[in-house]
């Protein structure tokens, strides 16, 4: 694909079940972001990989959320036993690598959960 | 740690007038800094960035913005708005290390006819 693709790129949850939010970024980028983005806010970071490698976890809010990327290229973002609070849009970006190189943003996907 | 502060988190101009949109960081060393755009129910696109060289770096749409190191500055200008300007703005730190980005609150910028 052209671009980072995210999906899905909404969902709705009922509060205490489990979501899997995926990112799919452009083919040949190194580095793969998380971010959550409140209404009104910036985005916030979640974690990074290079490669498959997590390089970063530190904006996890708590121990219900995990992410992976078993292979370098895909990755999945988890969040455990969703609560209210846990609503936001959620976006994935990639890059080359490290350096100041651009990260490309992928469309988000929009959780809610009820 | 580093932060990011944009004043003014609405900014009203008219078509044709300028656009100057402020945005400040804290930091203990230079990082690198971004301006990015959110139009309407899209993701983030980069307008510039700033990583070494040159202090007044040229971005998309006629935007620029300019790394001032004494006042901790990179605010984001452009001589005459238009009125597909009108979106979010995002100014965002990184430090040389990691990448991870660090973003302000935003601005949202209204264009008037």
């Known amino acids: 694909g052209a671009g980072v693709s995210q999906s899905p790129r909404y969902k709705v949850t009922k509060r205490g079940q489990d979501v899997a939010l995926r990112c799919d970024p452009i083919?040949?980028?190194?580095?793969l972001y998380w971010y959550r983005q409140a209404l009104g806010q910036g985005p916030e970071f979640l974690t990074y990989?290079?490669?498959?490698?997590?390089?970063?976890k530190s904006g996890l809010p708590n121990d219900r959320f995990s992410a992976e990327r078993p292979e370098g290229s895909i990755s999945t973002l988890t969040i455990q036993r969703t609560e209210q609070r846990d609503s936001a849009m959620y976006r994935c970006?990639?890059?080359?690598?490290?350096?100041?190189?651009?990260?490309?943003f992928g469309p988000g996907t929009r959780l809610t959960v009820t | 740690a580093q932060s990011v502060t944009q004043l003014g988190s609405h900014v009203s101009v008219s078509e044709g007038a300028l656009v100057l949109l402020r945005c400040n960081y804290s930091?203990?060393?230079?990082?690198?800094l971004f301006w990015y755009v959110q139009y309407p129910n899209q993701g983030l696109q980069l307008l510039l960035k700033?990583?070494?060289?040159?202090?007044l770096v040229k971005g998309i749409n006629g935007f620029e913005a300019e790394f001032k190191k004494s006042e901790t500055s990179f605010h984001l200008t452009k001589p005459s708005a238009h009125m597909s300007d009108a979106a979010e703005y995002f100014c965002?730190?990184?430090?040389?290390?990691?990448?991870?980005?660090?973003f302000g609150t935003g601005t949202r910028l209204q264009v008037f006819p």
């Open positions: 965002a730190v990184s430090d040389r290390n990691t990448d991870k980005l660090i």
């Open positions: 930091s203990s060393v230079p990082p690198y």
């Open positions: 970006a990639s890059s080359y690598g490290q350096g100041g190189y651009e990260q490309y």
């Open positions: 990989f290079n490669y498959e490698a997590q390089q970063d």
């Open positions: 700033y990583t070494t060289g040159a202090t």
């Open positions: 083919s040949g980028h190194v580095s």
